[in-house]
């Protein structure tokens, strides 16, 4: 797994979030501790999925929340003023807004496309991400189903983001996946400049 997140964070990956349900509590904890030290080395961002108080543990630059994972608010004061905060919105753009609102960092959106990681994943369509990227002042992030096929269709409908498992950590070359994000994202958003 570590050899697989470098290969990444040197491919261009600019954030990471370490999401790991099943292990015990100190597994995860020395994982964490060992994947925000390679982000740190590659000068990426490390996040922590659905788990506030290993956030605070490690330390990490951030929280990724969902529905279940708390208020905003009271997420707000377990992690400090500093600490990144993202917020799963599904395909509810009223969560989105509340999210702005209430201090989030960025909003998340999908599933986009069918994933094989949470195939029962509610949809958001394209014109979703959209609108967020359109009415609201955070970042947009896409979640689900997203590969080299048809993340430049988020990036075009204005995500300022793509969160990938299977089509970065699948790939037979890890590193040469995340330069192919990383270059879709420089050459759709320069088209979407220039549109604009």
């Known amino acids: ?3 697989k997140v470098s290969q990444a964070l040197q491919g261009g990956a600019a954030i990471l979030q370490y999401r790991e349900k099943a292990l015990d509590t100190a ?5 964490a501790l060992k994947l925000k030290r390679l982000c740190q080395d590659h000068e990426a961002l490390f996040l922590i999925n659905d788990d506030v108080a290993l956030c605070v543990e490690v330390g ?17 004061a377990a992690v400090g003023a500093e600490c990144l ?7 509810q753009f009223e969560r989105a807004r509340a999210a702005l609102h209430g201090g989030a960092h960025y909003v998340a959106f999908g599933s986009v496309f069918a994933s094989s990681v949470k195939p029962d994943a509610v949809r958001a369509p394209l014109c979703l991400i959209s609108l967020a990227a359109r009415e609201l002042s ?5 979640i689900g189903g997203i590969d080299h096929g ?3 269709e ?3 409908a204005g995500a300022d983001s793509v969160a990938v498992i299977s089509a970065l950590f699948d790939a037979p ?7 192919a994000f990383a270059k879709l994202f420089s050459s759709h958003v320069s088209q979407r400049v220039e549109r604009s």
């Open 1 to 3: 797994m570590f050899d």
């Open 27 to 31: 597994r995860r904890k020395t994982r």
């Open 60 to 76: 990490a630059d951030g929280v990724h929340i969902g529905r279940d994972d708390g208020h905003l608010a009271e997420v707000r």
């Open 85 to 91: 905060i993202g917020v799963s919105c599904y395909d």
């Open 138 to 142: 955070l970042p947009v992030v896409a």
């Open 150 to 152: 048809n993340a430049g």
């Open 154 to 156: 988020v990036i075009d």
């Open 173 to 179: 070359d890890v590193r040469a996946s995340a330069c």
